[in-house]
């Protein structure tokens, strides 16, 4: 069976850092281009950042550009989001997903004072 | 980026009648290798998108023949020929074809 098992959100301060990672399993992880998705309380889907099945190519939205971070462990079979510099705007619902076809079923970002 | 348009906003449908959905782009989404890619995604109440249809016409694993995509270039449509009231949610067009990925608004279905 497919799995992505998203965690590490958090409440966290504007301004503060915070990891995501997405575990998962039942598939080859190591072939498949991952992303990251977001989605602020009662909005819409936003895409975030992919990266390819090596690790050596990412690209991101450029509301997070120069702040987020993704980053991916094949040996681990786990896809991460290093997010820096939060801001109130980021708070989401941050899902994987595999290739855009298999999703997470997320966690929880809330950047507040 | 390009911009993705869903119409209707909401739909309310008689259980066992058909429903549409449209999803204009701003741009073409043929790719230079020739695919599109267009997908359909519904996300129940509660849970995370779901994928239905990808490359504009393809059903992913387990999604009913009821679910049928169809379009080229910049107008796609989601038909449902019959539906089912575990149906309801938000439906979600979304392209691939070029960076950044970008989705529709959403066209919230439910059941009358």
């Known amino acids: 069976e497919v799995q992505l098992v998203e965690s590490g959100g958090a409440l966290v301060q504007p301004g503060g850092s915070l990891r995501l990672s997405c575990a998962t399993s039942?598939?080859?992880?190591?072939?498949?281009?991952m992303h990251w998705v977001r989605q602020a309380p009662g909005k819409g889907l936003v895409w975030v950042s992919r990266?390819?099945?090596?690790?050596?190519?990412?690209s991101d939205a450029d509301s997070v550009k120069g702040r987020f971070t993704i980053s991916r462990d094949n040996a681990k079979n786990t896809l991460y989001l290093q997010m820096n510099s939060l801001r109130a705007e980021d708070t989401a619902v941050y899902y994987c997903?595999?290739?855009?076809?298999?999703w997470g079923q997320g966690t929880l970002v809330t950047v507040s004072s | 980026d390009v911009v993705m348009t869903q119409t209707p906003l909401s739909l309310s449908v008689t259980p066992g009648q058909p429903a549409s959905i449209s999803c204009k782009s701003s741009q073409s989404l043929v790719h230079s290798d020739g695919k599109t890619y267009l997908y359909w995604y519904v996300q129940k109440p509660g849970q995370s998108p779901q994928l239905l249809i990808y490359?504009?016409?393809n059903r992913f694993f387990g999604v009913p023949d009821r679910f049928r995509g169809s379009g080229a270039a910049t107008d796609f449509t989601l038909k449902v020929s019959r539906v089912e009231a575990e149906d309801i949610g938000v439906y979600y067009c979304m392209q691939s074809t070029q960076l950044p990925v970008t989705f529709g608004g959403g066209t919230k279905v439910e059941i009358k």
């Open positions: 990266i390819n099945p090596d690790g050596s190519t990412t």
């Open positions: 490359e504009v016409s």
């Open positions: 039942g598939f080859t992880f190591s072939t498949y281009w």
């Open positions: 997903s595999s290739g855009l076809l298999l």
